[in-house]
């Protein structure tokens, strides 16, 4: 089991030691609401955790890669210790503003005098950061991004639990990592919950 | 099949399409573009939008100058237009809108909260609805994962009808970087599955359908263009943005969409395949069909009508399920345009030179993204 500050229901010595409940991250009556069960939790920042997230290899130029990976790299370690993931786990990544440096960037290349990085390319869209998450832990269930018109830091949208149980319940994923994450202009927020039926 | 697609929930709601708006590199709704794509009449040519001189590619499928980009908010008033056009053939009223979600796929950039915000004004006040309800930002499964959710909402009885609404304009950023990462075809042609093929070419879309439950359309009197068999969603789990070469994800989409519909491979009578033109993923494409299909495939017309309207990328799914739909209706199989000669790593059926004539039970349409991400959407007469 891990020893970050990600929390499970299978480990509540880890909760006891942060003091954390999951109502800190997903209030109860949400997900109760969208009759989901939370596996795991992580968050960032975190009391436990110092710094940035690691980077992540190809990602350099932006913030929002690494604090998704990271993320969710601490809620599935929180669950199952090590990769790979058993059964059909769907990524779902919720986020208002998405990643507004790349976007930013997208947008000068195309300025005069400007060279586009070929990097840029595979980092075009949200989907490929989960597509690290799933390639490091063999998420084999649907990969979905959406961008909610409102969110609070540190909390899931509802809506994004609402589409957890869609999936669930239609029967294409067994669990879902809902990863809601924000960027800002303090290093960020992200919060991510794996969550079954 | 597979037991890993066991558990894909069979549709109660019976999921049907009412209405379908459209606007393409062909023109203005789905005659243009149905009858383009069955004569792959390609689309693609010089990108006067913006300058492209410091581009490897020059070319791209934009909309014809009879359909001219409004001076403001372009892309929220195309997805308008579409939107339009598929409410005005259900026979949607105000009182229908406001009990009626709306599912919009769109890039995930700068200005996407604004056209969001555009999009839900204009539907709010024209159709009823109580603006946009979710914006899908999944790259090239975007508008696919929409309509997947949206015959789900219905399927499950939780709605009685859902908009799914999708746009995508050639613009000068995503131009460029995916020139810059060497995406788009140095020959100026999309050649899906093609010997010889060097990439994909960017394309003009938005487009929208009203998905509903078949027993509530019938009480309205609105006619049925199609039903939703059957949809699936799976992931690669293999990279950020490479295919896995076995076509792995792709596999357990069409399998999840035809355990739904509860439908055997021989019963599938055309693909409308993903097919970018990109070398990589039309070979792991034709491998998840092999898996799929086995001795069915050398008897499965396939296409991908990119060839002729271009990549639409988060709007793509959406555009070419209507491609699929208008064939369906026609009778006219697309033709799977600018294809060279035979590529030994994909072996399939594709419709070449010009439409085939066919009355496929059920038609597949499939898309890829970044991330791994698949989708697979069964589609059948009405």
Same mark, same amino acid.
Request: glycine fraction near 12%; include cysteine; charged fraction near 20%.
């Given at each position: 089991?891990?020893?970050?500050?990600?929390?499970?229901?299978?480990?509540?010595?880890?909760?006891?030691?942060?003091?954390?409940?999951?109502?800190?991250?997903?209030?109860?009556?949400?997900?109760?609401?969208?009759?989901?069960?939370?596996?795991?939790?992580?968050?960032?920042?975190?009391?436990?955790?110092?710094?940035?997230?690691?980077?992540?290899?190809?990602?350099?130029?932006?913030?929002?890669?690494? #604090?998704?990976?990271?993320?969710?790299?601490?809620?599935?370690?929180?669950?199952?210790?090590?990769?790979?993931?058993?059964?059909?786990?769907?990524?779902?990544?919720?986020?208002?503003?998405?990643?507004?440096?790349?976007?930013?960037?997208?947008?000068?290349?195309?300025?005069?005098?400007?060279?586009?990085?070929?990097?840029?390319?595979?980092?075009?869209?949200?989907?490929?950061? #989960?597509?690290?998450?799933?390639?490091?832990?063999?998420?084999?269930?649907?990969?979905?991004?959406?961008?909610?018109?409102?969110?609070?830091?540190?909390?899931?949208?509802?809506?994004?639990?609402?589409?957890?149980?869609?999936? &669930?319940?239609?029967?294409?994923?067994?669990?879902?990592?809902?990863?809601?994450?924000?960027?800002?202009?303090?290093?960020?927020?992200?919060?991510?919950? &794996?969550?079954?039926? | 099949? @597979?037991?890993?697609?066991?558990?894909? %929930?069979?549709?109660?709601?019976?999921?049907?399409?009412?209405?379908?708006?459209?606007?393409?590199? *062909?023109?203005?709704?789905?005659?243009?573009?149905?009858?383009?794509? $069955?004569?792959?009449?390609?689309?693609?040519?010089?990108?006067?939008?913006?300058?492209?001189? *410091?581009?490897?590619?020059?070319?791209?499928?934009?909309?014809?100058?009879?359909?001219?980009?409004?001076?403001?908010?372009?892309?929220?008033?195309?997805?308008?237009?579409?939107?339009?056009?598929?409410?005005?053939?259900?026979?949607?009223?105000?009182?229908?809108?406001?009990?009626?979600?709306?599912?919009?796929?769109?890039?995930?950039?700068?200005?996407?909260?604004?056209?969001?915000?555009?999009?839900?004004?204009?539907?709010?006040?024209?159709?009823?609805?109580?603006?946009?309800?979710?914006?899908?930002?999944?790259?090239?499964?975007? *508008?696919?994962?929409?309509?997947?959710?949206?015959?789900?909402?219905?399927?499950?009885?939780?709605?009685?009808?859902?908009?799914?609404?999708?746009?995508?304009?050639?613009?000068?950023?995503?131009?460029?970087?995916?020139?810059?990462?060497?995406?788009?075809?140095?020959?100026?042609?999309?050649?899906?599955?093609?010997?010889?093929?060097?990439?994909?070419?960017?394309?003009?879309?938005?487009?929208?359908?009203?998905?509903?439950?078949?027993?509530? $359309?019938?009480?309205?009197?609105?006619?049925?263009?199609?039903?939703?068999?059957?949809?699936?969603?799976?992931?690669?789990? %293999? %990279?950020?943005?490479?295919?896995?070469?076995?076509?792995?994800?792709?596999?357990? *989409?069409?399998?999840?969409?035809?355990?739904?519909?509860?439908?055997?491979?021989?019963?599938?009578?055309?693909?409308?395949?993903?097919? @970018?033109?990109?070398?990589?993923?039309?070979?792991?494409?034709?491998?998840?069909?092999?898996?799929?299909?086995?001795?069915?495939?050398?008897?499965?017309?396939?296409?991908?009508?990119?060839?002729?309207?271009?990549?639409?990328?988060?709007?793509?799914?959406?555009?070419?399920?209507?491609?699929?739909?208008?064939?369906?209706?026609?009778?006219?199989?697309?033709?799977?345009?600018?294809?060279?000669?035979?590529?030994?790593?994909?072996?399939?059926?594709?419709?070449?030179?010009?439409?085939?004539?066919?009355?496929?039970?059920?038609?597949?349409?499939?898309?890829?993204?970044?991330?791994?991400?698949?989708?697979?959407?069964?589609?059948?007469?009405?």
């Amino acid at each position: 089991m891990t020893t970050d500050t990600a929390r499970t229901d299978d480990t509540p010595t880890d909760a006891a030691r942060t003091g954390a409940t999951p109502t800190d991250v997903t209030p109860t009556d949400a997900v109760a609401a969208a009759g989901l069960r939370v596996l795991a939790e992580a968050r960032r920042p975190d009391p436990g955790l110092a710094g940035p997230p690691p980077p992540l290899p190809g990602f350099a130029a932006s913030g929002f890669n690494p #604090l998704v990976a990271d993320t969710a790299d601490r809620c599935l370690r929180a669950h199952h210790g090590a990769p790979p993931a058993p059964g059909r786990t769907a990524l779902l990544l919720a986020s208002s503003d998405g990643d507004r440096a790349t976007a930013r960037a997208i947008d000068q290349s195309a300025e005069p005098g400007r060279r586009p990085a070929p990097l840029l390319f595979f980092r075009s869209n949200p989907n490929a950061v #989960l597509g690290h998450i799933a390639a490091r832990w063999g998420l084999t269930g649907p990969v979905v991004a959406i961008s909610p018109a409102r969110t609070v830091p540190g909390r899931v949208p509802q809506d994004a639990l609402d589409l957890a149980a869609l999936l &669930l319940a239609d029967g294409d994923a067994d669990r879902v990592l809902v990863i809601a994450a924000e960027q800002g202009e303090d290093g960020g927020h992200a919060v991510a919950v &794996l969550v079954t039926g | 099949m @597979t037991g890993s697609t066991s558990s894909a %929930h069979r549709p109660r709601g019976r999921p049907v399409v009412t209405g379908l708006g459209v606007l393409s590199s *062909a023109g203005r709704g789905l005659g243009p573009l149905t009858e383009a794509t $069955a004569h792959g009449r390609t689309a693609f040519g010089p990108v006067t939008r913006f300058d492209v001189g *410091a581009r490897r590619t020059t070319r791209a499928a934009l909309l014809p100058d009879d359909v001219p980009l409004a001076p403001t908010f372009p892309l929220a008033r195309a997805v308008l237009d579409a939107v339009g056009q598929a409410c005005r053939q259900a026979g949607l009223t105000a009182a229908d809108g406001a009990r009626t979600p709306v599912l919009l796929a769109l890039h995930s950039d700068e200005r996407t909260r604004s056209t969001t915000d555009a999009v839900a004004a204009g539907v709010r006040a024209t159709w009823g609805t109580a603006g946009v309800t979710r914006v899908y930002t999944g790259a090239c499964v975007a *508008a696919a994962t929409a309509v997947a959710d949206a015959a789900a909402l219905v399927a499950a009885g939780r709605h009685e009808r859902v908009l799914v609404a999708a746009g995508h304009l050639v613009e000068p950023g995503v131009f460029a970087v995916f020139d810059a990462g060497r995406a788009l075809a140095r020959d100026g042609e999309l050649r899906p599955f093609s010997a010889g093929r060097t990439g994909t070419l960017l394309g003009d879309a938005a487009a929208a359908v009203l998905v509903e439950a078949a027993p509530a $359309a019938e009480r309205r009197g609105a006619a049925v263009l199609a039903r939703l068999a059957g949809w699936g969603r799976a992931g690669d789990a %293999h %990279h950020v943005c490479r295919p896995e070469p076995g076509g792995a994800g792709a596999t357990r *989409a069409v399998e999840a969409a035809l355990a739904r519909a509860d439908v055997a491979p021989a019963e599938i009578g055309y693909v409308n395949a993903n097919g @970018t033109g990109s070398t990589l993923a039309d070979q792991a494409e034709a491998s998840a069909l092999r898996r799929v299909f086995g001795r069915h495939l050398a008897e499965l017309p396939v296409s991908s009508s990119k060839s002729v309207h271009g990549h639409a990328l988060e709007a793509s799914a959406l555009l070419e399920l209507a491609v699929t739909i208008g064939a369906l209706g026609t009778g006219l199989l697309p033709v799977n345009a600018s294809w060279l000669g035979p590529d030994p790593d994909v072996g399939l059926d594709l419709v070449l030179d010009g439409p085939r004539a066919a009355r496929p039970r059920y038609a597949l349409s499939l898309n890829s993204a970044f991330g791994g991400a698949n989708t697979a959407l069964l589609v059948a007469p009405a």
